[in-house]
């Protein structure tokens, strides 16, 4: 079985639940490409500050979908598990942003999803943050990527928001992932930004 794993010491924890093919309900969606590599390669670029929550295979499928947890699954989730040791761990401190991969049919390069936040200043310190440290790349919110399903059932950023840890769910279309992951000058923009929210 694909479990999750924390790599790296931070109290601003960013995780990739999207980045193996994956089963929900009764249908196989793709996995999110590079997501795994950007929450990873952060935790590298500032120990310290950043950890990573992964699937620890990357070539395996899952059939657990921790963004699609029913509200009775939540204290079995592996995912939900691995929240509760963070926030254990970093008590007030401890953040989330939770990346995910939205198509190319969305008209924005990023949307950051705070219907689960918990803190709405930090959402605000989150946004502007953005617009400094990469305004080439358009930004939104998008309603239907807002990271809260309602009741009955869980997103990763809700399951953090019944812990009391503030939680984004910042989604990157294909090709900001892509350049993110191959173009050093860009992904030191996506740190600086990384930086500033870990702190503010
Ligand atoms: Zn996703």
Same mark, same amino acid.
């Given at each position: 079985m694909n479990t999750p794993i924390i790599l790296g010491i931070g109290h601003l924890l960013l995780s990739a639940p999207h980045s193996v093919d994956h089963a929900r309900n009764d249908y196989i969606k793709p996995k999110e490409e590079n997501t795994r590599k950007i929450c990873i390669k952060a935790s590298q670029y500032l120990k310290g500050t950043v950890s990573a929550l992964v699937w620890?295979?990357?070539?395996r499928i899952t059939m657990y979908d921790p963004n699609y947890t029913e509200d009775e699954s939540l204290e079995s989730s592996p995912w939900y598990q691995k929240l509760k040791e963070h926030k254990t761990q970093y008590g007030n401190k401890a953040k989330l942003i939770d990346i995910h991969g939205m198509s #190319?049919?969305?008209?924005? !390069?990023i949307s950051p999803g #705070? !219907? !689960?936040?918990?803190d709405m200043n930090w959402s605000r310190r989150f946004d502007k943050a953005l617009e400094k440290y990469m305004p080439d790349y358009s930004s939104n919110h998008i309603g239907a990527l807002c990271g809260n399903w309602g009741s009955g059932l869980n997103t990763v950023s809700q399951m953090a928001m019944s812990l009391d840890i503030p939680a984004i769910q910042l989604e990157l279309n294909p090709s900001t992932r892509k350049i993110l992951i191959e173009s050093s000058a860009e992904f030191q923009k996506f740190i600086n930004f990384i930086r500033e929210v870990a702190d503010s």
């Open positions: 620890k295979w990357k070539s #190319d049919k969305r008209i924005y !390069a #705070d !219907a !689960a936040c918990c």
